[in-house]
């Protein structure tokens, strides 16, 4: 009922930038929180950033003052800026969003998944 679709992933040298994006659509009341996840080769899937429907943003810390998460409430998009990427940075990020349908009911949804490659 929820559909999350995700771009901006790819190939990038150390040191460069990617900007992900995320657009949530369907059935969709309001949205809370959205975020985003990655899951490197042989981790567990851990979090990057969230952020409320007020603007509150969360980081984990290996990624505080590179990347920025935003959103655009209109548009039911996240975005995730990534600056100064690192080798292990490289990952599949996935967009995750929570919030209400319109019946009423609560959802919880996740992306597809784009692969983010952080290489010389």
């Known amino acids: 009922q929820v559909q999350l679709v995700e771009s901006g992933g790819g190939l990038v040298q150390p040191g460069g930038s990617l900007r992900l994006s995320c657009a949530a659509s369907?059935?969709?009341?309001?949205?809370?929180?959205m975020g985003w996840y990655r899951r490197a080769p042989g981790k567990e899937r851990e979090l990057v950033a969230d952020?409320?429907?007020?603007?509150?943003?969360n980081y984990a810390d290996s990624v505080k003052g590179r990347f920025t998460i935003s959103r655009d409430n209109a548009k039911n998009t996240v975005y995730l800026q990534m600056n100064s990427l690192r080798p292990e940075d490289t990952a599949v990020y996935y967009c995750?969003?929570?919030?209400?349908?319109?019946?009423?009911?609560?959802?919880?949804?996740w992306g597809q998944g784009t692969q983010v490659i952080v290489s010389s």
């Open positions: 995750n969003t929570e919030g209400v349908l319109t019946t009423y009911q609560k959802f919880n949804s």
């Open positions: 369907g059935s969709i009341f309001t949205i809370n929180a």
């Open positions: 952020i409320t429907s007020g603007g509150s943003t």
